[in-house]
């Protein structure tokens, strides 16, 4: 609006050849009106600002482990057929493939299932696995399923790729393993001891040079009703004050001399 406003004041100079007056701000100010705020640009004021991801449309917000992102990765891309997700095509077929058709990383010796029971794998059938079967041909789809077998067969993982079961509160999902913050260092409480008891003796010390001040000052008495500085009972105060404040020094004076004229005759006769 600044810009085009200007603009059609710098058209107006150059085409009348005088400055902008006050029957001439209507128009110009109209002009430059129309030409910024059309339909467009009044709907676009109003739009809403797009939503930023979350962490269950985005980035979680807290780092996960790397072996976690790599599984997270590896089902984004891949969705488990129902022969994954039976416990007993574990049992059954995936070994038997893995000891005649491919080679892979052996199984884990026990994975507790979801349904309480336990299902031990032989590691014999990997060690009688022929030697001639190419490493290449465990593809990319057989790793995906023996993870999913391995993630069915658990009892803190396996709602992951159970669709149909319901979790009730039986079963209890294990936390995350998420990366904490980093330590806070730990104070030396032995120098905040000291900075507080410093701190306290600069506060006393400073208390006792502000109530020495305030000593110093002359205070007359109002007794709840207004006075002129310049009435006579005024003047006879302040003058009662100060004179009861020369008094005070005078008398202070008297008993500094009196304590050194003692001082002084007790040294003479402790000399003597």
């Known amino acids: 609006m ?43 004021v109003f739009q809403m600002k797009p939503s930023e991801p979350t962490s269950i449309k985005g980035a979680f917000p807290l780092l996960q482990p790397s072996p976690v992102r790599a599984v997270m990765a590896a089902f984004h891309h891949y969705k488990p057929t129902a022969v994954d997700l039976d416990p007993e095509t574990y049992t059954a077929a995936s070994l038997h493939s893995l000891s005649t058709q491919s080679a892979g990383p052996p199984p884990v010796e026990a994975f507790p299932t979801y349904f309480g029971s336990s299902s031990r794998a032989s590691l014999s059938d990997w060690s009688n696995r022929d030697p001639n079967i190419d490493l290449s041909l465990y593809t990319p789809s057989k790793q995906m399923h023996m993870m999913t077998d391995a993630l069915s067969l658990t009892s803190s993982g396996s709602f992951l790729v ?30 905040a001891m000291i900075q507080n008891m410093f701190v ?37 105060e302040v003058e009662d004050a100060e004179k009861a404040k020369k008094k005070k020094e005078t008398d202070k004076k008297k008993k ?6 003692a001082k002084n005759v007790r040294e003479e006769l402790e000399t003597c």
């Open 2 to 44: 600044k810009n085009e406003w200007k603009k059609v004041i710098h058209q107006f100079k150059q085409q009348h050849q005088r400055k902008v007056g006050k029957g001439n701000f209507t128009e110009l100010f109209g002009q430059a009106y129309k030409s910024v705020f059309d339909p467009e640009t009044i709907k676009a």
């Open 162 to 191: 159970q669709p149909d079961i319901r979790i009730t509160s039986r079963y209890t999902i294990a936390p995350p393993v998420l990366e904490g913050p980093p330590d806070l260092c730990q104070p030396d409480w032995s120098k």
């Open 200 to 236: 306290e003796k600069q506060s006393i010390s400073l208390n006792t040079k502000e109530n020495k001040k305030l000593k110093n000052n002359t205070k007359v008495s109002m007794k709840s009703k207004g006075r002129h500085l310049t009435g006579d009972e005024f003047r006879t």
């Open 256 to 261: 500094k001399n009196v304590r050194e004229t």
